[in-house]
């Protein structure tokens, strides 16, 4: 599984950051228009080309986090088509949710008051009062919901469901994976392709001989194998020793077959020392 972006747009208090709250996760940095305008983005106001630059910077940090493995939800005004087009290009894998409800419900809810200060004349240029959001063309979201008839929650269950977001993991591979080989993939295909979501824990052990592979060289192996399903995510470890297991605490610990522990790790590094991945790299450090 390969980190990816969820952006909602919409109108102020059309539910954005109460949604994106609900979706953040492990591995999930919640990216939100006030908070980066009160930090990174104090110099923005809110012209278009000012959106914009907030927009575009915004856009850039969510690609660096989905580069380094961390799913990011976005959640800001994103009023103009040409805005979202900007954050399609900068952003590899971004969804787009719009987050609707009619002005006037955002309005009534009006939950930090910003409604009635444009209204009295004391913000000029806001968004839904006297700014312009455009609503998006048919097709140009990924999903949109709408929050005026569904609940926080229902709301919640149909981004989760359309897009596939929700990662629920019920099985843990530990491991070093050095590399990861046949006998690996048995046993967590066996979990996957049964449906199952499944997280591998890297451990970071240090470089030696039975060691040849960094942590992150072994992520990208298995990222590589497994990118593609949205199942399986990995993510590096401590290099513990011990693993310390209850008894009766809702978990199943599980042995691997005979069959998969004679697949052995030595022979597969054998094979790989010979490819160009490792030729050279860490023996003679
Ligand atoms: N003029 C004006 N128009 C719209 N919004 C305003 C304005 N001034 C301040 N605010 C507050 O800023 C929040 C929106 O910031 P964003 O970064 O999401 O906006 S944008 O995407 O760059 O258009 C927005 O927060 P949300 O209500 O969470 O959307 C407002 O609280
Ligand atoms: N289906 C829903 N999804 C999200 N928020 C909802 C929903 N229904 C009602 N709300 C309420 O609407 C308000 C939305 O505020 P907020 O999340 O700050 O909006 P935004 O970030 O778009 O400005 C919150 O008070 C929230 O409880």
Redesign the pocket.
Known sequence: MTAETTWLF?L????????AEGLVGPDTVHLDGDYLRETLNTDLGFSKEDRTENLRRAAGVAQALNEQGFDVIA?FITPYRSQRELIYEKVDDVSFVH?QAPVEVCEE?D?KGMYQQARDGEIEGFTGVDDPFEEPEPGEADLEVR?AT???EE?LKKINTELDIKFDPSHLFVGRWQPLHDGHRTIIDSAADNGKDVVIGIRDTELSEKNPLTAKERKELIDEVYGDHPNVESTIIPDVDTVAIGRDVGYTVVSVPEEVAQISGTDTRAEYEKSELLAGQHFGD
């Open positions: 919409g102020p208090c059309s539910g954005k950051s109460t949604l959640s987050v809810r939950v929050t569904h609940s926080e709301t």
